[in-house]
């Protein structure tokens, strides 16, 4: 069910573990699904994100989709890693099945909540970042066709 | 190639070369309509009639109370549904479980909306059914109990004959879905009191899309499928002559290895469930200890995700299932899980391993390490595990 | 033993080899649950996919609205009851045909019994549903017209292209049962505005108990069948893999050969036609005399009844059907014939033999001199018939 | 579905024919299927049916409960004949499908229908003979499970 791309992240994920001292630390949970991940940033004073980090409690596409999220923001500035959507992840990783679309916002909110921290903890505000929800609710539903 | 170790068989079994072997003749040779006059229709007839007595007498039932259906779905649909409709007059209530398979359940969820009361029964820590609820539950109009014999998650045997006791008592019509337990444990439609039960061929080495329910002589249901005479006129379709036929060859062949085979069953059952209770730190068993079916075996693993755990074993070769929301098209964590009070969390982390006769002790080992390679890996990975 | 030769593929085809042969693999080899993650369950959910994207292409459809069923009888009942019940609000009328299979006629009665009200529309004497008595019976709470694509005893194919477009003008929804015409003649579900046409794999040369229901993007219906979430969520129950990859394979072999196989067919129909009719006096052919399935003859003998014919055929290893009453369990004597205008006693002495792409023209030489003898016999024994 | 020898009274049925001048004919039409049977009797002096012979528009079942009755009453004197039931009829020939037992009626009252034909012609009235009915409405139905 999964591609190629997305089944090399799970079985060899990028960047798994914990930054010590991190600039910036992000967990979000996903309503919909129970799953969690933590994300953290390594940001340097020109606001450049030197290292990445994360953690998953979740299926193999939030494993797949952290991982990519972590290779993606790497070396990118704040403003870059805004740009780091859950569309492009996807992208990324050549697509995910329907049902498993509102695990790719896991990592897109997970950025943004680590983000968030480190604009909290340095007093700094970050243009067009809003403060993080501590669940995901939205995501693609499949058309009205549910039971 | 690596070896397949399958264990999953409660979500489908492989169909057994004997019962593929048997129903080969009704493609291309016996392939004649059995409701027709010429002999060529008289050999899928005579083949129909057999195996509905093999199954009969596989529940100590008549013959002419076993009607086939699509599979386990159809047959739960049917039983509810046109239970409701003849008995209408009679009420609207229905009792069944909160781990019921979704195909009663969302029968149920139907059913009210079109006018009947259902309660659900809760059930204990280890899934069985709450009989002083049962009994609590009963009124004037209800008109039916639905309790699954058992669960396919968690394999937990439900008290059937009790259930049926006291709705006979109170002159209630008594439904299981027997679609996990058929030619696995022993059942016997009158000591059990069972009124209607369902059944699916590809739970026990038959076909897919085959299945039946038993209905007893006297309950007033008719059609859910309507349109042609088949099946004395309660079930209309073309029958399915050889998945007919493979369920009756399939049933022939489970009856026959019953004692044998789950006596071994059992043994390599607990002998994983120790070994993994053991030897995996933050595990649980789901279901009951020892009143299980035969080749279930369910756990809870902390602080990790089921499917994750799932595409990892895979990997290995081994086929296992999970209640984790992240398997399923629904993302609702199982039903089953949180109806004996695991918290979300620990849900997810659940892995259903069901064996078949050819799993070996040496298969279960191999599963055993993985597992806790498998485990300790995730966890490592897990934002809830700080070790 | 003496040669079969088979007559009868109005009631059900034998399954061809090659489909037998696509579907072996699934049965013990890819036996996977599709619903499952992993890799076993993969080869069983591309097998589906593929077989859904054959028949999506046989009818001009897109993939995702072909959902899998049980038959012809299930599609039917899914397509009436579930379009009545998601369509309440606009409306209780429904329009179909009187002469239309008994899974959609069956199935209106019942939804009479559930404050639904049907129109049964007239044919004229080939059997061809009367345009003008649509369009008089359309109201503005008609939700649904069903009218079948062929009927199944005389062959006479409807104008479906027409009628869609009346339904669609109006903004009703058009179902048709296409069970005997599908891989028979082309059918484009855009082309004549069908919203939900059902099938049946063994009128085909497919396996029996699979079919599927086509239903057009865009329209409401939900379950039939409740349960899982297989299907879209539309229909419940583990996919009968090896079923529907026996329908794909089908499907595929009968869209191959279709010109070819048809053309042949329509000549032979042709040749049995004229022979019948010219050579057995007191005789006529039911149904449109072009206008009708290629491989579908139907004839009424006078002062015969059509068991006693069928019974003698098959004593020479010819296979046919009739529309007598005697040779269903129903007593009633056809309701096609009677619709076409029949008298009772004439519609009892009818004979429908349907054709498949091995009969050849001797088999018909040696099926027409036998029914002169037979009916020279029965005749001889029947008190009606006075020479 | 038939058994043999119901198989071989379709295929060998005995006395099919008419008698020319009978003693006695009687013709019956089954309301329930549409089908027709005409028996006719020879009955001598003794009252003894001396021959018997028919003629059915029917099923297979039909042509042998047909048969069989005529061989059943052949030999017999009339009240002797009264006693050829459907269920004997039915007896002799290893029994019909439960769908087909209708049609053994007809053999029976078209035996009757004869009979009375014979007392109506002879004037005299036979013990235990009902008028016979144009149509046979009875039979057996399927317990209450049909459609
Ligand atoms: C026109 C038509 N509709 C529906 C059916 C029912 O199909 P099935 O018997 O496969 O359920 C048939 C054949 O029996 C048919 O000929
Ligand atoms: C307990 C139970 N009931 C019903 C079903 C439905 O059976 P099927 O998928 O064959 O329709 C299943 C299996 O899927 C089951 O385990
Ligand atoms: S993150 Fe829960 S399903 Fe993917
Ligand atoms: S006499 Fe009509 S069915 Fe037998």
Redo the contacts with the bound molecule.
Sequence with gaps: MYSEKVMDHFQHPRNVGEIENASGVGTVGNAKCGDIMRMYLDIDDNGVIQDCKFKTFGCGAAVATSSMATELVKGKTIQQALEVTNKAVMEALDGLPPVKVHCSLLAEEAIHAALWDYAEKHGIKIEGLKKPKSDIHEGEEEEGEDY | MKKLIYLDNAATTKTAPEVVEAMLPYFTEHYGNPSTVYSLGGESKKAITEARETIANALGAQTEEIYFTAGGSESDNWALKATAEAYKSKGNHIITTKIEHHAILHTCEWLEKHGYEITYLPVDENGVVKIDELKKAIRPETILISVMFANNEIGTIQPIKEIGEIAHEHGILFHTDAVQAFGQVPINVDEYHIDMLSASGHKLNGPKGIGFLYIRKGVKIRSFIH??AQERKRR???ENVPGIVGLGKATERAMATMKERTDKEIELRDYLIDRVLKEIPYTRLNGHRTTRLPNNANFSFQFIEGESLLIMLDMEGICGSSGSACTSGSLDPSHVLMAIGLPHEIAHGSLRLTLNEEITKEDLDFVVENLKRIIDRLRSMSPLYED
Aim: glycine content about 60%.
């Design positions: 349109g042609g209309a379709g073309t």
